[in-house]
């Protein structure tokens, strides 16, 4: 495809931002793409190009790009002429609503991006139990914070045994201590997870578990998984963390803890909850949530946490889905999508399928069943590259990573999805 526009703006960037990039995902092959506007379901690249979004800011848009309702309200917290760092009428309001929706939510604290919530989550989980490790699932991303940038995607090759797994980093920089904090399972595995909870309960302040691995796709929970670990982590004394900064708002109202009917003691949030403006969450029990009150010897802080625009924005959007009938479409979206793709792969006769819900999906270029970080790594990696390549060529924007989690939002039309298919049928 032609973008000259893009290609000049690509290598004005690079002189000056590494990689030409701000969020090292973004970069695709052979230059990413750079927008001007987006609306609904759609994003215009500064060629003029339209683009169905599969990317929808990495599962944040759950109304649409530009949603006039949430926009309005935003506009109304900018006009109030106040800034960050002083509490008002808007985060009050937004706290409560989510107090109303999450079941975990006695007490809630806002910042700003998903990886904060992370780290203020394990510092409040720290201060609390007083130990330091946490158990962390292969596969799951949740930030790039030291303690848990460890076995997200590792190579096959060095990962060791699937029952305990070496520890591989993703990034440099990580410090000895998080190294030696962080222990490392598979995820669907009840009798690995209780194990090594029994082990190291003395040392463990959680069990972090993003509910539905959609960072390495979407690795749905097997049928009770996430009710064992509830139990487990319950027997042993040890506080189950969920990462719902993907699930949150999307598989139902109040997340995956909904839709399982699991209550963790403490989840993170992040994403749907404004509709893709930059605002995270951390809720949970009050008796944990309490350590970090002032005085309690705790630290919470950002000059930026719970700003007017941003949990206005949240606030506006919590109204807006907090009745399930988005949730509800989303998953009948994304069960539609997977049973079309299946009649199309057979059609072809590729061994692909398309997993997927709350909007969110991954197609994995095998028929093995995908379980875990394992079994999805299995899958043909060049074939997904590839096939990512051929549908951005279709003007249906994605990223062309492997084990990507791919999304639709309320603002996708039937027609939407079915172009999204059609590409997919020609991009196999
Ligand atoms: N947790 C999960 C489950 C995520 O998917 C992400 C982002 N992809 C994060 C944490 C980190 O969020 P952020 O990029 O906003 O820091």
Request: aromatic share 8%; net charge negative; proline share 4%.
């Amino acid at each position: 495809m032609n973008r000259p526009k893009t290609k000049e703006l690509f290598d004005r960037i690079s002189k000056i931002v590494p990689g030409g990039i701000h969020s090292n995902i973004r970069y695709v092959e052979p230059f990413p793409y750079i927008f001007e506007k987006a609306e609904g379901s759609k994003l215009i690249d500064v060629d003029g190009d339209e683009h169905i979004d599969t990317v929808i800011n990495y599962g944040a848009l759950i109304l649409g790009h530009g949603d006039r309702r949430v926009n309005d309200a935003a506009k109304n917290g900018i006009e109030t002429g106040l800034t960050c760092g002083i509490e008002s009428e808007f985060s009050i309001a937004a706290a409560e609503k989510f107090n109303e929706i999450v079941p975990c939510a006695e007490m809630i604290k806002f910042s700003l991006s998903g990886t904060e919530a992370v780290a203020h989550a394990l510092t409040i989980l720290r201060g609390y139990t007083k130990k330091d490790k946490i158990i962390k699932m292969e596969g799951a991303y949740h930030g790039w914070n030291d303690s848990v940038i460890i076995n997200v995607h590792p190579d096959l090759e060095k990962a060791g045994p699937e029952s305990s797994p070496n520890k591989v980093y993703d990034t440099q920089g990580i410090t000895q201590n998080a190294k030696n904090n962080t222990i490392i399972i598979p995820y669907n595995n009840p009798e690995l997870a209780e194990k090594a909870v029994k082990e190291n309960k003395d040392e463990i302040c959680a069990l972090l578990v993003e509910p539905v691995v959609f960072n390495s796709g979407a690795i749905m929970p097997k049928e009770g998984y996430l009710k064992q670990l509830r139990e487990i982590t319950e027997d042993n004394g040890v506080p189950l963390l969920f990462d719902e900064v993907i699930t949150g708002f999307r598989l139902a109202p109040g997340g995956a803890q909904e839709y399982y009917g699991v209550t963790p003691d403490i989840a993170t949030f992040a994403k749907a909850m404004a509709n893709g403006f930059p605002i995270s969450a951390v809720a949970g029990k009050k008796e944990i949530m309490e350590v970090c009150t002032p005085g309690k010897g705790t630290m919470y802080g950002g000059v930026y946490n719970g700003s007017q625009v941003c949990t206005a924005a949240t606030s506006a959007t919590l109204d807006l889905i907090r009745d399930g009938e988005i949730q509800k479409k989303l998953n009948e979206s994304t069960s539609y999508m997977t049973k079309r793709f299946q009649e199309i792969a057979d059609d072809k006769n590729v061994k692909a399928q398309l997993i997927g819900l709350g909007g969110e999906f991954c197609v994995y270029f095998t028929d093995e069943e995908i379980v875990d970080y394992r079994s999805a790594a299995r899958s043909d990696k060049s074939k997904s590259i590839q096939f990512h390549r051929n549908l951005l060529e279709r003007n249906i924007y994605t990223y062309d990573g492997f084990l990507f989690h791919n999304g639709i939002c309320a603002a996708h039309t039937k027609q939407d999805i079915d172009s999204i298919l059609t590409a997919m049928e020609s991009s196999l």
